[in-house]
């Protein structure tokens, strides 16, 4: 692949996990078009498409327009909205549109993309999914879907790697963004908590999650497909022992 054709999407990177992705496929070569709702909080040169990842329409309007610019080759399904429901307490409402945003758009995306990905032999697909998907207390709805988004890499990987493309997940542990320390803060009690159950004592940066993002995005990466990756320090292992 020349640079020209290392055109990839980035959902939700206007600011967080999804912006430190951007930043470091940026670095690696990448042009990186982000679709957010919101406009971006940390300045990059990816390009902005406003974008409502709830709705049908606003995704296809988006890749419409970015694809009159040529194929995607890289898509890194990032967006998605947290929750904190008890099984009693979840809604309708809130369910349908987590399943929307976490699940349903993630699918949208990648159907967008594959005819580019297959006519270049090449395309690389990152599923943002989560550590909260082998089980937490009051997460029904982001469990739920960020489970599905495992499931569904593990169906995408074997029907797209005769086309030389790549799907792999990533779960990420607890991480150091704004929307972690307003529901975190740093002097509550049970902020320390975590930090403590996690065996190497701190929390994770969005860079860590950008760094192996970046790896699946790469060409070192062709031998990798239908995985998920655990980027926890060590959370997953150490609560399944217990």
Known sequence: MTKADLNAVVTGASRGIGAAIARRLIEDGWHVINLDIAAPTV??????????????????????????HGPVTGLVNNAGIPGNDAVQDTTLESFDRTIAINMRAPMICAQAVLDGMKAQNFGRIVNMSSRAHL??????????????????????????????????????????????????????????????SIPVKRLGEPDDIANAAAFFMSDKASFATGQTLYVCGG????????
């Open 235 to 242: 959370t997953t292992i150490a609560r399944a022992g217990s």
């Open 43 to 68: 300045k990059t040169s990816a390009s902005w498409i406003e974008t409502d990842l709830a709705n049908e329409e606003s995704i296809s309007n988006a890749f419409a327009e970015l694809l009159a």
């Open 135 to 196: 089980g937490k207390a009051r997460h029904t709805t982001y469990a739920g879907t960020k489970g599905a988004l495992v499931s569904m890499t593990g169906v995408w990987a074997p029907e797209m790697a005769e086309f030389g493309i790549t799907v792999n997940a990533i779960a990420p542990g607890p991480i150091r963004t704004d929307l972690f320390e307003a529901a975190n803060p740093p002097d509550d009690p049970r902020t320390r908590a975590i930090i403590d």
